[in-house]
């Protein structure tokens, strides 16, 4: 039978949103490797969001008034790291790094349901 996808690295929470690779191994059981997928997740209910989270995460359905919601993206062949790095700069959004087993880094934007930003929202003066 063939291998099925499992998730083997800590998940990664950042504004709402549940970020975690998983990976599926070869179907030769005597061989190595494999390919992985990279998840962006809504925190409370483990599905997508109504929003996409992850970079072209979004199809139009043909005939109908809404999007079909795209939940993980490939990263490729190899393993996942045991974490996922974010960063949260100026920018809108945050990054993910993930350094495969193959020694790639892959970077993906991600966006998050909740704003991560601190700042001055209004200014009231007396």
């Known amino acids: 039978t063939d291998p099925s996808e499992r998730v083997i690295t800590k998940p990664a929470i950042l504004g709402g ?4 690779p998983a990976f599926t191994p070869n179907s030769d059981i005597c061989g190595f490797g494999g390919d992985s997928n990279f998840y962006g997740l809504y925190y409370e209910t483990g599905t997508a969001y109504f929003n996409p989270l992850l970079p072209n ?12 919601v795209k939940v993980k993206i490939p990263l490729g062949e190899g393993m996942p790291p045991p974490a996922v790095g974010i960063h949260a700069g100026r920018e809108k959004g945050a990054k993910a790094f993930l350094q495969m087993s193959t020694g790639e880094v ?13 700042g001055l929202t209004t200014w009231r003066t007396n």
């Open 106 to 118: 892959v970077e993906v934007d991600i966006e998050t349901p909740f704003n991560i930003k601190s």
């Open 57 to 68: 995460g979004s199809n139009d359905v043909a005939g109908e008034d809404y999007k079909s």
């Open 17 to 20: 949103g549940v970020y975690l």
